[in-house]
């Protein structure tokens, strides 16, 4: 606590204390059961982040009518919650369920009835316009925010969060000019827009009383043509806090505007502070701020610098849920860090639940692993992700652990995926588990590259994992160019490309690579180098989503890089390169570099070697089946905890 005093400070938030300021906000989970009851691993997931050290929790969005998310819809509810609040409430942290209405920005599974929205406009994935909900329903509407309410103060919950940010869901869609296009008194003008929320804001301090909590998450500022602006949210949030409000939660952007709200890897921390900053100037109440705070240091700035009161920080503790404690005791370097990937949120779009590419275990106890029945020697070969994860696990279940390593660093192939822009925290993820490893006395051995002889030979008796990943894939027919190399060709500088370079493959390696080389202004100087992707699907980075594959190609596309999709290369000759597109074919002459961005494949050869010995061989990561680095780590703990 020594070292972020500010932090670690109790902070009032209506008539109760908090004691500090190191807070979750919501982040979904997926673990919710029987249409939105609470689950045993929904408990264990926010009491793991409570006995962590937080002080405040705010969970994933609660509907306030049945739907397939957390709910508290009816009594049916209030046990699970019971439990929930009385576990979290056990390591001393607040918690508040964000109460929320989907509305036109619900899932429209078959045999949902239109949806509603404040006018007909709906975002533009909808499968058809919505219809303006009534004033009666609205009446309806607001009562079931106050019964929710109402419900969860039975339950024990501390107060509960209003979610009207993002242009999301019912509040947030009534606040937007982007969407509330009425004209009776609930649109308009702002103070129209505001009312829906005011009057569940109100709705609610009159069912729940003085001593509950009441927090409101905002947008302060769209970031949107026709939406919301700073200027707008400032006079928002002064007519939240006349309303009673006790606390206002401030985001940014919307839902619809890909990392707009939620900024990928490699953006600015605290992305939305300077809004938080500005409306904390013309309110009393506290002002939170969120927005990719993954470091202790960046959140205790923050706040000793005015820009609010307290520091959401979502991703970081799904990524480490100790955070808080291993911060409040200055132990910063045993944090997991978080690499901003917004993998944890990719899966819940297609029902799967959280996870995280840093962390194998979310759920866990932070390294916490079965002691090994029977001890043995294992030999990791290859110092990447995996092999890392996987002596640590080894080694902590009482395995003697050497890993071998043919380069002069650990990190392996993590090491090139962190040259690209935007990727640096992966630096942080190599630094981390090194140190584990270091803490369980795990002996590496680097720059030694191993041939099944030498294991048959000095490694007699031991299990091996083989966790040395996998070989870039050269076609031969691609190898006639005057300069050709793969995209870990550039990133590890082994080759120095020219000005005009083709790229093919429009993966995620080879829009990061392009995105490398281009320009940093596109201004058409004489010195920039000209980037052809050629891609032979319909589209770039297709096995990324959300924010961070958003942010990726604007940035890529900024710099003035050719992407061109649906383009087959078919002859490569020593000063040419063709393809085809649409029927058509193309060559493209005068360029002077061909850089390959074509997948990889593993290295079988150790493997092959070993499987002539009377060796056991475990095969992980890149080695047995090239993935991501959330797919090596994971399996690498899959795999020693069984060891």
Partial sequence: MEKYPMLFSPIKVGTQTVKNRLWMPPVSTNLAVD??????????????RAKGGVGLIVTEVVTVEPTYDMCMADDSFIPGWEKLCASVHEHGAKILPQLFHPAFMAFPVPGTPRLIAPSFVGPYYAREAPRPVTREELKAIIRQFGDAAERMRRAGADGVEVHAAHAHGLLGGFLTPLYNKRTDEYGGDIDGRLKLTLDVVREVR????????????????????????????????????????????????????????IPGNGTAPASHAALSREIKKHVSIPVATVGRITEAWVAEELIEDGYADACMMGRANVCDAQFARKAAEGMTSDIRPCIGCLRCLSGIMFGKPISCTVNPDVEGDDGAVEPAAAKKD?????????????????????????????????????????????KQDL??????????????????????????????????????????????????????????????????????????????GGGSVGCETADYLAPLVNDLAKTNREITLLEMTDALAANESGAGRAVLITRMMSKGVRAITGAKVTKVTEDTIAYEKDGERHVIEGADTLVLALGYRPDSALADGLAAVDTTVHAIGDAQKPGNIRDAIGAAYALAKEI
């Fill in 206 to 261: 009159e069912r729940c009383g003085e001593d509950f909590i009441i927090d409101v998450r905002i947008s302060g500022d769209e970031y949107s043509e026709g939406g919301l602006t700073l200027r707008d949210q400032v006079y928002v949030s002064k007519q939240l806090e006349r309303a009673g409000v006790d606390m206002l939660h401030v985001s940014g952007g919307t839902t619809i505007k890909r990392g707009s709200a």
């Fill in 378 to 422: 294992i030999l990791v070969v290859g110092a990447g992700p995996a092999g890392m994860e996987a002596a640590f696990v080894a080694a902590r279940r009482g395995h003697h652990v050497v890993v071998v390593d043919d380069q002069d660093e650990v990190g392996g192939t993590m090491r090139i995926a962190a040259v690209p822009i935007a």
């Fill in 35 to 48: 249409h939105g009851h609470v689950s045993d691993a929904l408990i264990e997931h926010y009491t793991n």
């Fill in 427 to 504: 630096c942080r993820v190599i630094k981390y588990q090194a140190r584990r490893l270091e803490q369980e006395d795990v002996e590496v051995r680097l720059g030694e590259r191993l041939t099944a002889e030498d294991i048959a030979r000095d490694y007699a008796g031991y299990e091996v994992v083989a966790a040395y990943g996998a070989e870039p894939i050269v076609p031969a027919s691609m190898t006639g160019f005057k300069q050709v190399c793969t995209a870990d060709d550039i990133l590890y500088g082994r080759v120095h490309p020219g000005k005009r370079i083709v790229i093919v």
